[in-house]
């Protein structure tokens, strides 16, 4: 019997069992007859009998298995490890290896539960004539066999089961069933409705109800891309809450679920800004009636990132995410702590780090803090943070050593205790209170770590990598829908929901992405139900005609579905023109701008000039460039790069060098740029160490000296793993750099020898000293004395720059001018150390220093040209650079880069400063 049943929750009583085609159908129809009690001013009432047609399956198994031996009923990742074992034993030696078995698995899952529903016979697959017919045959027998011998049994196969015993009267059943939801019934469900008439229970068919307004209204409108689409629909919304429209409100699009993501950025900016500013428990007036992967919940998304830092090198940006989250112990007292520590672990440069690099270096971070004294100890804090992150340490240390102790290979369940007690150790799920949707996430990553347990009955022993990627998928796959508990109370104004998802009706209802492209859907490939097959059998799966079909219908449904009824599409997808849907191209077309539309608020920029309804002499403008004054005792470091800072923009020398700021380093993979020219200055301090003078030099041979060269090229190296252990984890590498630095420094060696005789000092480190009211401390590469008593400053350089960058008003390389207008010396100059270009350049006060250093005259730069001899142009230097010095001591701050695209190309602080911001004006 089918019938319109518009008020089922009102039949819900006297022992009737309703069956839905999904489980969010029956959590709708529970929260409507929940409603329905609260209206009729109950305070308590029996709990509706209302569960999908796989929970009955399941519940009914265990009722009947209580009276009758039955086999063990396999969960669905049982019964999905157990297709993905057959399929992997049965790739034979020498045959093309089978990609995402994961993924085949569930194919072929599916097309067991097809046969089932669809009553195919094994026979049909002999005669398919398809090698994917053939390859599904052979694995359908495999899954049969194993559980009949291991007495285990599938779902599909256990409704058939249960259909058995109720027609035989041996099921317990009421004395009515609802089937909700089931637009048509395939034979497996129709042999169960025969079974029920067969019982003597009566069963009806309902569909969720359509209202008849009584002036219904449905239009289309287009825009001009996915983006405007979504933004449209969530003002559209926003404004009939605002005017107070009596819901509920509707939005429906296809695949809800690949674009879930940008759906709720969007509607949450427009609905519950306040959300995304760090109210995390802010009430939000829409929901999903589709859930989204129980992977993407932000604690179960950490934890299962946490479990994996045990399967060896994990990349860097890993650990700076669980450094950085709060669902670990310490998460909040230690917050600061763990971004300090971020800071340092960025800096290490590893794009690959280890349980035990990790912990080792913050170990050592630590006792470096601990030897300083209190002063340096609060000078380091304030700019890098104190890794003082013990608890978390201590669990990824406990984590490192229990991995030393256990085998390879585990159970699933040993596994599953190994897991719970990692998270525990690492203080999971945090120490702060978890809102309700976190507390549920908790909650159903404990019950999957259960299901996880429960695998080991279908699979056998696993590694640990094998392990972690199988929870790391059930988490994926497992859909996450948290209930609200005043679902019933107060619901949800706006509905969120797929096209094709049957449910109860709206007041308004707006259905998005109705281009031609999506709807109707394209038919599902089923590859191991072959077209052929399909056909044969009268199987409407998968059939163009039947898709057509049943999109028409659920089109039909949808605009009946509310009393006014939106259907829109975007015009365009990036550089793809898209029309409507052939479906609803005979409704209206209205304009954009004849839907309601909140203004509120103003997701582009709410001060952006383009978008304000205020003129610009409304808006009191408050314009504060300058910070207090440099104090005497205010802690400082940066030394030269003050003054580089400060040429560059005075913006990025204030944040840097006064407040702190520092963009967070991004590790890259190999060595950078800057480790080798770290390595390069390591290896060329370490051999004038021992040479001292050009006078050894000369005299050493050359394998005497290649050997030199070797041994402190192996320092630097050593200094460089010590710092980089997982870079230079295999020797070839090593190996390679000690053959690149070794040529490098031979090369610059024996430039070197074409020198005048001259002696390297051991220059002072740290000598503090003040200009323009900036402390500064004296740091040169290397100082050279020649023998007419000339002193010669050198900055080692492996990178491209030239003398032409000390000039200017604002010098872009001012270390070696400020060197020399604050130390005594004869000339500066640039040591070149790279392939390619080995040598000299620079200025002295006469020639013959060094082959390219040349007199002020003598370089045949421009700018040093306007000077006349050595004395002339420090005292211009020293004129530049105290004026520098006073505007930073003075606390200029203005966002004022020297070239906007160099300096902001290399500053790490556009986000600080926000000058690329829209609406970054001034009056």
């Known amino acids: 019997m089918i019938t319109p049943l518009d008020k089922l929750p009102d039949t819900l009583d006297g022992g009737t069992t309703a069956l839905t085609a999904t489980g969010r159908l029956a959590r709708d129809l529970r929260v409507a007859h929940d409603a329905r009690e609260l209206a009729a001013g109950r305070i308590s009432w029996e709990t509706p009998d209302i569960l999908s047609l796989w929970a009955w399956t399941r519940r009914s198994w265990a009722e009947y298995g209580a009276e009758t031996p039955l086999p063990l009923l396999l969960a669905p990742f049982q019964?999905?490890?157990?297709?993905?074992?057959?399929?992997?034993?049965?790739?034979?030696?020498?045959?093309?290896?089978?990609?995402?078995?994961?993924?085949?698995?569930?194919?072929?899952?599916?097309?067991?539960?097809?046969?089932?529903?669809?009553?195919?016979?094994?026979?049909?697959?002999?005669?398919?004539?398809?090698?994917?017919?053939?390859?599904?045959?052979?694995?359908?027998?495999?899954?049969?066999?194993?559980?009949?011998?291991?007495?285990?049994i599938d779902p599909a196969s256990a409704l058939d089961t249960l259909i058995r015993a109720a027609r035989a009267g041996k099921l317990r059943l009421g004395p009515r069933i609802i089937l909700a939801g089931f637009e048509e019934f395939d034979p497996q469900q129709q042999a169960l409705l025969d079974a029920l008439n067969a019982a003597g229970v009566e069963w009806i068919s309902w569909m969720p109800p359509l209202p008849s307004p009584d002036a219904p209204s449905a239009a289309r409108v287009s825009l001009p891309d996915e983006e405007q689409e979504l933004e449209s629909a969530a003002r559209w919304a926003r404004a009939l809450l605002?005017?107070?429209?009596?819901?509920?409100?509707?939005?429906?699009?296809?695949?809800?679920?690949?674009?879930?993501?940008?759906?709720?950025?969007?509607?949450?900016?427009?609905?519950?800004?306040e959300a995304g500013a760090g109210h995390r428990d802010a009430p939000r007036p829409f929901e999903f009636s589709l859930g989204g992967p129980l992977l993407e919940s932000p604690?179960?998304?950490?934890?299962?990132?946490?479990?994996?830092?045990?399967?060896?090198?994990?990349?860097?940006?890993?650990?700076?995410?669980?450094?950085?989250?709060?669902?670990?112990?310490?998460?909040?007292?230690?917050s600061t702590a763990r971004a300090g520590s971020d800071v340092s672990l960025r800096a290490l440069g590893e794009p690959w780090l280890t349980l035990e690099t990790a912990g080792r270096h913050l170990e050592v971070r630590l006792k470096e803090r601990n030897s300083e004294s209190p002063e340096d100890q609060r000078q380091r804090d304030r700019s890098t943070g104190y890794p003082g992150t013990l608890r978390f340490r201590t669990g990824l240390w406990r984590m490192a050593m229990a991995l030393r102790k256990l085998p390879p290979s585990r159970t699933f369940s040993q596994w599953a205790r190994t897991f719970v007690d990692w998270l525990e150790g690492l203080g999971w799920?945090?120490?702060?209170?978890?809102?309700?949707?976190?507390?549920?996430?908790?909650?159903?990553?404990?019950?999957?770590?259960?299901?996880?347990?429960?695998?080991?009955?279908?699979?056998?022993?696993?590694?640990?990598?094998?392990?972690?990627?199988?929870?790391?998928?059930?988490?994926?796959?497992?859909?996450?829908?948290?209930?609200?508990?005043?679902?019933?109370?107060?619901?949800?104004?706006?509905?969120?929901?797929?096209?094709?998802?049957?449910?109860?009706?709206?007041?308004?209802?707006?259905?998005?992405?109705?281009?031609?492209?999506?709807?109707?859907?394209?038919?599902?490939?089923?590859?191991?139900?072959?077209?052929?097959?399909?056909?044969?059998?009268?199987?409407?799966?998968?059939?163009?005609?039947?898709?057509?079909?049943?999109?028409?219908?659920?089109?039909?449904?949808?605009?009946?579905?509310?009393?006014?009824?939106?259907?829109?599409?975007?015009?365009?997808?990036?550089?793809?023109?898209?029309?409507?849907?052939?479906?609803?191209?005979?409704?209206p077309e209205i304009d954009q701008g004849d839907i309601p539309r909140s203004r509120f608020p103003n997701t582009v920029g709410a001060?952006?000039?383009?978008?304000?309804?205020?003129?610009?002499?409304?808006?009191?403008?408050?314009?504060?460039?300058?910070?207090?004054?440099?104090?005497?005792?205010?802690?400082?470091?940066?030394?030269?790069?003050?003054?580089?800072?400060?040429?560059?923009?005075?913006?990025?020398?204030?944040?840097?060098?006064?407040?702190?700021?520092?963009?967070?380093?991004?590790?890259?993979?190999?060595?950078?740029?800057?480790?080798?020219?770290?390595?390069?200055?390591?290896?060329?301090?370490?051999?004038?160490?021992?040479?001292?003078?050009?006078?050894?030099?000369?005299?050493?041979?050359?394998?005497?000296?290649?050997?030199?060269?070797?041994?402190?090229?192996?320092?630097?190296?050593?200094?460089?793993?010590?710092?980089?252990?997982?870079?230079?984890?295999?020797?070839?590498?090593?190996?390679?750099?000690?053959?690149?630095?070794?040529?490098?420094?031979?090369?610059?060696?024996?430039?070197?020898?074409?020198?005048?005789?001259?002696?390297?000092?051991?220059?002072?480190?740290?000598?503090?000293?003040?200009l323009g009211g900036v402390p500064v401390s004296?740091?040169?590469?290397?100082?050279?004395?020649?023998?007419?008593?000339?002193?010669?400053?050198l900055d080692y350089k492996t990178g491209d720059v030239g003398i032409q960058s000390w000039f200017g008003e604002r010098p872009r390389e001012p270390q070696l001018p400020l060197y020399a207008i604050l130390q005594e010396c004869d000339g500066i100059g640039f040591a070149f150390v790279r392939r390619g270009k080995i040598g000299f350049e620079g200025i002295a006060d006469t020639e013959g220093l060094a082959p390219g250093i040349e007199t002020v005259r003598g370089t045949g730069t421009r700018a040093a040209g306007e000077f006349q001899d050595w004395d002339a142009l420090r005292e211009a230097w020293r004129g530049v650079l105290v004026s520098l010095a006073r505007a930073f001591a003075r606390g200029d701050a203005f966002v004022d880069p020297k070239s906007p695209m160099e300096s902001c190309r290399n500053c790490d602080l556009p986000s600080l400063c926000r000058i690329h911001g829209k609406g970054n004006h001034r009056p």
């Open 79 to 152: 019964e999905q490890a157990l297709w993905e074992r057959i399929i992997g034993e049965s790739e034979k030696p020498g045959e093309t290896e089978l990609l995402q078995v994961s993924r085949i698995a569930l194919e072929a899952k599916a097309a067991w539960r097809q046969m089932k529903r669809w009553r195919v016979p094994e026979e049909a697959y002999g005669a398919a004539g398809h090698e994917e017919a053939r390859m599904f045959r052979a694995w359908a027998k495999a899954f049969a066999r194993l559980c009949e011998t291991h007495h285990w």
């Open 242 to 273: 605002e005017r107070g429209d009596p819901g509920p409100i509707g939005i429906m699009l296809p695949d809800l679920a690949g674009r879930r993501p940008a759906v709720s950025r969007v509607f949450e900016r427009v609905l519950c800004p």
């Open 299 to 334: 604690p179960v998304r950490d934890a299962v990132l946490a479990l994996g830092m045990a399967r060896g090198q994990r990349p860097a940006q890993e650990f700076s995410q669980l450094l950085l989250s709060p669902y670990f112990a310490g998460g909040e007292t230690e």
């Open 429 to 587: 799920p945090g120490e702060r209170a978890p809102n309700e949707e976190e507390r549920q996430a908790v909650a159903a990553l404990y019950g999957l770590l259960a299901e996880f347990a429960d695998l080991g009955s279908v699979s056998g022993e696993q590694d640990l990598p094998g392990a972690w990627s199988r929870l790391r998928r059930m988490a994926r796959m497992r859909l996450f829908q948290p209930t609200r508990p005043s679902a019933a109370s107060n619901p949800a104004p706006i509905r969120i929901r797929e096209v094709s998802e049957m449910g109860l009706g709206f007041r308004h209802l707006w259905i998005l992405g109705l281009h031609a492209d999506a709807w109707p859907p394209a038919p599902r490939p089923l590859p191991f139900l072959p077209a052929t097959l399909r056909r044969r059998l009268g199987i409407p799966l998968g059939r163009p005609e039947s898709e057509l079909s049943r999109a028409r219908r659920a089109t039909q449904r949808m605009l009946a579905g509310a009393n006014h009824v939106i259907a829109s599409h975007a015009r365009s997808d990036r550089d793809l023109s898209r029309a409507p849907s052939p479906l609803i191209t005979a409704l």
């Open 607 to 770: 001060f952006s000039r383009a978008d304000s309804n205020h003129n610009d002499d409304d808006k009191e403008w408050l314009i504060d460039e300058r910070g207090p004054a440099l104090s005497r005792d205010e802690p400082m470091t940066g030394g030269a790069r003050i003054w580089r800072d400060q040429a560059a923009c005075p913006f990025r020398a204030f944040a840097t060098h006064r407040l702190g700021a520092a963009g967070l380093d991004t590790p890259s993979v190999g060595l950078d740029y800057a480790m080798r020219g770290i390595m390069a200055h390591r290896a060329l301090e370490s051999i004038w160490r021992e040479l001292r003078d050009s006078d050894r030099l000369a005299l050493m041979t050359d394998d005497r000296l290649r050997a030199k060269v070797s041994e402190s090229v192996e320092r630097a190296l050593l200094d460089a793993a010590r710092r980089r252990p997982e870079t230079f984890r295999g020797h070839r590498l090593r190996q390679l750099e000690a053959e690149r630095l070794s040529s490098l420094i031979m090369a610059w060696l024996e430039g070197e020898k074409e020198r005048p005789p001259f002696a390297v000092a051991a220059p002072e480190r740290g000598r503090a000293v003040s």
């Open 778 to 793: 004296l740091r040169p590469d290397r100082l050279d004395h020649t023998k007419e008593g000339k002193h010669l400053l």
